[in-house]
């Protein structure tokens, strides 16, 4: 935390500590210097995190610190043992005054009417690396990794060398905790404050961190942050940040994950570093939605209830052609086909068209994706044709590209999971792309979407909404096996939390909406919803039994739309539509 320490003044001069109960001497604190001290405003960025703390009050306790820290250095351990005590201090006003009884047990005055303290020693020079960030407690916002090193967490221990302390490393910031009471902030710490002693080691302060305490203040802060940048307060909202890392610290489990990510999100926001958008990082999305794949049931739930829909429209028909909109690694297709080669009366004859970005390495990925799709339609005897396009968005697509056939000679599906949202940030995308398909005249058009409202005009609503959102599936991925593929899928959705925030105009892609909103667009486009029958609702629950025996996991149904959500929070919406009679 950046602050400026008052100079200090020497032994006639001093700062009164509003609300202080110290004792020091009169001739430090006079009447008259008390009558003259200017009336401070509150320390703005503690204010914002819950204290009412000003700033002269930091500086002093920081000013008390360094001189104990320098004088038990020239004290032998066994003459600090008569400063053990049980109190608990809580606010700054009281932590001053036991630094400065410390400061007075340790150097006792040696005259009477004189100050002890500045007779035996000099007024030490400050180390301002504290507050300014010169050193190790600087708290970091490097985009990327926007937490503080957990490495220099530690206990001093006095020794009679004055300046080789011994470092008693703690055994980590999540196991540093406390009773949930009333905490003091030093320095960016927020912690109780308490005074321990054992039979082989000299007492010394020790700082505790209340995790549940802090998680309540890293929300805060989150939200502080968030607030400054939309307010255009970058100077706050860069304190915020480094405040946000380093309480995320102290937590354990989703929350830490997810405030490191989107702590990383304001940080590159703050700092104007865009995240990549390129062909490289559309290949390493993909790669890492077949970990997400792996890890838990979203995936596997927009695949199912799609494919069920799909097969249940193509029903009695002998040539059928699925247009894929998000076809990366093909993994939704298998089961499909598997499906029709066991389908009374023998299989359809298979079209399928898949189109995807391009690859990075310019490499024709969705060519090899067909390849192995070939194979096992012959291994299932189903009669298969395949045709790739590589395409930078859907709104370049044009039906004319698609080699349509007639529709009573073969029946279409269109199917997109987790693809129009991204059409949103684009001016006249989504009306583009509902306009091919109504060319293509498909028996039934598949989405899955995820079910929120990221795409509002206001930033704070905006954060506050994802932040619940990913907060929910982070929790949901705690249940899942510690594996690599948990850790990518992690990184998966960090990925979309740092387009959300960082990003706007054309750059932000992640632009959900719900499935009120997108009932209006369809609606509006000259589609009706086509109802998802209750096959889909039974093998959504048989998977589901699948991830964890379906522990939290919760499937309902929304106006003949499927839901997928954690405990009470719906997350991904499966619907299906149809065109109007009408149009």
Not at 442 to 464: A, C, K, W, Y
Not at 553 to 561: A, D, L
Request: hydrophobic share 35%; net charge negative.
């Amino acid at each position: 935390m950046k602050r400026d320490l008052h100079q200090f003044q020497g032994p006639n001069h001093g700062t009164s500590i509003p609300g202080s109960s110290s004792t020091s001497s009169p001739a430090v604190f006079g009447k008259d210097k008390m009558m003259m001290v200017k009336e401070e405003e509150d320390d703005e960025l503690l204010g914002v995190l819950g204290y009412k703390v000003r700033s002269s009050e930091m500086a002093e306790v920081a000013l008390k610190l360094e001189q104990l820290e320098t004088m038990m250095g020239n004290v032998q351990e066994d003459g600090l043992a008569h400063l053990a005590t049980d109190t608990v201090h809580y606010n700054p006003a009281e932590l001053y005054s036991w630094l400065d009884n410390m400061l007075s047990e340790l150097n006792p005055p040696v005259a009477s009417g004189s100050n002890g303290l500045n007779q035996i020693l000099p007024s030490p020079e400050i180390n301002n690396s504290f507050f300014t960030g010169g050193g190790d407690y600087d708290l970091k916002a490097i985009p990327g990794n926007a937490i503080c090193q957990r490495s220099n967490q530690f206990a001093v221990d006095s020794s009679s060398n004055q300046y080789n302390k011994r470092l008693k490393p703690c055994s980590s910031p999540d196991s540093m905790v406390t009773s949930p009471s009333p905490a003091v902030q030093v320095g960016g710490v927020v912690g109780t404050t308490v005074t321990t002693t054992t039979a082989s080691e000299s007492t010394r302060p020790v700082i505790l961190v209340d995790s549940q305490d802090n998680g309540v203040r890293l929300v805060h802060a989150l939200m502080a942050c968030a607030e400054a940048v939309q307010n255009s307060n970058l100077t706050l909202a860069e304190a915020l940040v480094k405040q946000i890392g380093f309480l995320a610290v102290s937590q354990a489990g989703a929350m830490r994950k997810v405030a490191t990510y989107f702590a990383e999100a304001l940080a590159r926001r703050i700092y104007r570093l865009s995240p990549p958008q390129t062909q490289i990082d559309h290949s390493l999305s993909d790669t890492l939605q077949m970990h997400f794949y792996e890890t838990c049931p979203y995936l596997k739930f927009a695949h199912f209830t799609a494919n069920q829909a799909i097969l249940e429209a193509f029903e009695g028909k002998k040539r059928v052609h699925v247009i894929d909109f998000s076809m990366s690694q093909g993994l939704q297709w298998p089961a499909l086909m598997q499906a029709l080669a066991l389908r009374e009366g023998g299989p359809p004859s298979f079209r399928l068209t898949g189109i995807g970005p391009p690859a990075a390495d310019n490499s024709d990925h969705l060519h090899e994706v067909g390849c192995k799709l070939a194979q096992l339609a012959e291994a299932i005897h189903v009669e298969f044709e395949y045709r790739g396009f590589v395409a930078n968005s859907l709104a370049d697509l044009d039906a004319s590209m698609l080699e349509l056939r007639p529709s009573e000679t073969e029946s279409v599906a269109v199917n997109s999971v987790f693809e129009l949202h991204k059409l949103l940030g684009r001016p006249g995308g989504i009306e583009k792309v509902f306009g091919v398909v109504k060319q293509i005249k498909p028996v039934i058009f598949t989405v899955v979407e995820q079910e929120s409202s990221h795409n509002g005009p206001v930033f704070l609503d905006r954060f506050t909404e994802s932040l619940h959102y990913y907060s929910t599936l982070f929790d949901s991925l705690e249940g899942a096996p510690s594996s690599q593929d948990k850790v990518m899928s992690e990184v998966y959705l960090g990925k979309q939390i740092c387009n959300l925030v960082a990003c706007e105009g054309p750059d932000r892609v992640e632009r959900h909406e719900t499935l009120s909103q997108w009932t209006n667009r369809f609606g509006s486009s000259g589609f009706v919803p086509a109802h998802l029958g209750s096959n889909a609702f039974k093998q959504a629950s048989t998977l589901l039994a699948l991830f964890n025996g379906g522990e939290g996991y919760r499937v309902e149904e929304n106006n003949g739309c499927l839901m997928l959500g954690w405990h009470t929070r719906p997350l991904i919406t499966t619907s299906a539509w149809k065109l109007s009679t009408v149009h």
